[in-house]
């Protein structure tokens, strides 16, 4: 139970990490740029995944107030 704590843990850092690195990158900004010019929408999922463990049954993929909050601060709706 230890490990999994910690791995969320570490798995939400590098999330936000991901996070600040693509909000802030002149490619995504030239990306966020042309979709709303053209008016078209776009989903960016980034799934980390494990080796070594099934998954348990109660994995679901939703969008968290990280999530909500990156793509608020990338200026895309959802």
Known sequence: MELEKRLARELKRLNKAIQKVVARSAEFGQLRKLLRE??????????????GKKPSAD?????????RSFLKQAGLRF
């Open 38 to 51: 053209e008016q078209v929408e776009l989903a960016i999922y980034v799934v980390p995944l494990l080796g």
């Open 59 to 67: 994995l679901r993929f939703e969008l968290t107030e990280a999530d």
